[in-house]
């Protein structure tokens, strides 16, 4: 829904003069994800409280062996996301402060 679009967090990108911009939209979950293969290999949708299982995974999850011990230990684990402090947790983090649509448990 393009009226949905909200700016939430910007942060420095390691090319020169460049941010990153992160922005929120909400989605219609019953349809395709359609990806630029160019930029991503692979998208899903992931339920609240699949994201919220994420967020108790300690360490930078960036970092293979503590991504490798986070599924070792909860091999149910079906997502890892960024450490804190990274404009896409903070993003992350900003949907779960949100109050869940209806639809959602």
């Known amino acids: 829904d393009p009226q949905s679009i909200r700016y939430v967090k910007s942060q420095p990108w390691p090319f020169p003069q460049s941010t990153m911009l992160g ?10 994800l359609h990806i630029d293969t160019n930029e991503l290999v692979s998208a899903e949708w992931f339920h609240r409280s699949t994201v919220l ?4 995974v300690k360490g930078s999850t960036m970092q293979h062996d503590v991504a490798k011990a986070a599924l070792q230990q909860n091999p149910s684990l079906d997502l890892l ?15 779960l402060s ?4 209806k639809h959602q448990t």
Request: glycine share 4%; net charge positive; no cysteine.
């Open 23 to 32: 922005f929120t939209a909400k989605a219609d979950h019953t349809q395709p």
């Open 81 to 95: 996301i960024p450490p804190k402090g990274i404009i896409a947790r903070n993003l992350i983090d900003h949907w």
């Open 98 to 101: 949100l109050s869940p649509p």
């Open 53 to 56: 299982q994420a967020t108790n």
